[in-house]
């Protein structure tokens, strides 16, 4: 199974900055990576698929980068809708596995 | 607009079994395959099997082989998860989830029903 690790675990900001957030796949996935945030007692709801495209209704200070092993979701100016959960996701080969969670927490 | 409603909360003893189900709408049911994911209290995502509303197939994470079994019901565009010999750690959050694409299983999923919270203790 490919194994994705989030950094950091928590992080800790205030409306108005930029956060990146990372992943890792301990094989090359391409471009296949989605990305969702999930807020408490919530479903998650995708942000971010093929690595890098906004899915429809996404605001646009959300944005997904990378290929291969390595993969970035940024969040400029960040808003306070946006404190949550972040979760990254691969879907190059069954099973499909996620990463562990990045919590982004109000300073 | 697309929905995803599923069944209410479960308390289940150890070693039995628990069907949760998943009523779409808003869209054609058998177009979209569909997943089912869980989530332990405090933890993060997991990925426990695909279904095709189509023809029924099926494809589950070898974690839960010989324990699951998901069907589907087009008359009521319903898709259930029966999961069997329930232990502790099962107790978590089930959801189910549409594939993004029509006629497509690539993995990536959109919308998501609300969850189910399955309780097992004795």
């Known amino acids: 199974d490919i194994q994705m690790t989030q950094s950091p675990s928590t992080l800790s900001a205030s409306v108005g900055d930029r956060v990146t957030i990372t992943c890792r796949a301990s094989q090359g996935i391409s471009s296949w990576l989605a990305w969702y945030q999930q807020k408490p007692g919530k479903a998650p709801k995708l942000l971010i698929y093929?690595?890098?495209s906004l899915e429809s209704g996404v605001p646009s200070r959300f944005s997904g980068s990378g290929s291969g092993t390595e993969f970035t979701l940024t969040i400029t100016s960040l808003q306070p809708d946006d404190f949550a959960t972040y979760y990254c996701?691969?879907?190059?080969?069954?099973?499909?596995?996620f990463g562990g969670g990045t919590k982004v927490e109000i300073k | 607009q697309v929905q995803l409603v599923q069944s209410g909360a479960e308390v289940k003893k150890p070693g039995a079994s628990v069907k949760v189900s998943c009523k779409a709408s808003g869209h054609t049911f058998t177009s979209y395959f569909m997943h089912w994911v869980r989530q332990a209290p405090g933890q993060g995502l997991e990925w426990m099997g695909i279904i095709n509303p189509s023809g029924g197939s099926t494809s589950y994470a070898q974690k839960f082989q010989g324990r699951i079994t998901m069907t589907r019901d087009t008359s009521t565009s319903t898709v259930y998860m029966e999961l069997s010999s329930l232990r502790s750690e099962d107790t978590a959050v089930y959801y189910c989830?549409?594939?993004?694409?029509?006629?497509?299983?690539?993995?990536?999923?959109?919308?998501w029903g609300q969850g189910t919270l399955v309780t097992v203790s004795s």
């Open positions: 989830a549409r594939e993004h694409n029509a006629g497509s299983s690539a993995g990536w999923f959109d919308p």
């Open positions: 996701q691969q879907y190059n080969t069954y099973p499909l596995t």
């Open positions: 093929k690595a890098s």
